[in-house]
């Protein structure tokens, strides 16, 4: 992919699971910002585990992501990261938006709705709140379907991944004990 200037463009996922404390977050995304990479997205969410987070962040770095990665690995705070790009995953991204509907245009909005899987969540007079699921592609192609009703306001979650199969992203806690020897963190 090229961004426009002739450089290559190279999106890197990443799955971090981090401690649930005050400032976590700016200490991961300060590592970003001074390698000069932009966070495309980013979602953070609590795991399985208690007082632990999941975080999937989407980089553009054509060099030196696994770099950054290693830099973040060393951080108190995070318990595990790892750069999914190359493997097998199953990403998802969730968006709302908001399209201006009547009577006359109500019945074209609910085929492009029911034409992908999404789900009408909102209805008032003048618009509808649509909620669709999946790949960036499937929300930017809904969202260029419904642009001509005229869409108010959109909001996107960004991508959460996970692995395929049964393997997890990070390893079980119990491998994760020695880590920090003397420190209890968590």
Not at 26 to 54: C, D, M, Y
Not at 99 to 109: E, L, Q
Request: hydrophobic residues 40%; charged residues 30%; contains cysteine.
């Amino acid at each position: 992919m090229s961004d426009g200037r002739g450089n290559s463009r190279r999106f890197h996922t990443i799955i971090a699971l981090v401690e649930d404390r005050p400032g976590v977050l700016n200490r991961i995304a300060s590592k970003w910002r001074q390698r000069g990479f932009n966070i495309e997205s980013l979602a953070v969410g609590h795991s399985e585990t208690p007082g632990l987070s999941r975080m999937t962040l989407v980089v553009d770095a054509s060099h030196d992501a696994e770099q950054v990665v290693k830099q973040l690995d060393k951080l108190i705070d995070v318990v595990d990261i790892r750069d999914v790009s190359d493997e097998d995953i199953v990403a998802r991204e969730m968006a709302l938006i908001k399209v201006r509907c009547d009577a006359g245009n109500r019945s074209h909005i609910i085929e492009v709705v029911d034409i992908f899987r999404a789900n009408i969540i909102d209805v008032s007079p003048e618009s509808v709140i649509v909620e669709v699921t999946g790949d960036e592609g499937k929300i930017d192609a809904i969202f260029e379907l419904l642009r001509p009703y005229g869409v108010i306001e959109m909001v996107r979650t960004g991508r959460v991944a996970m692995l395929r199969g049964s393997a997890a992203s990070h390893p079980p806690l119990h491998e994760e004990y020695d880590r920090y020897p003397g420190q209890e963190t968590w």
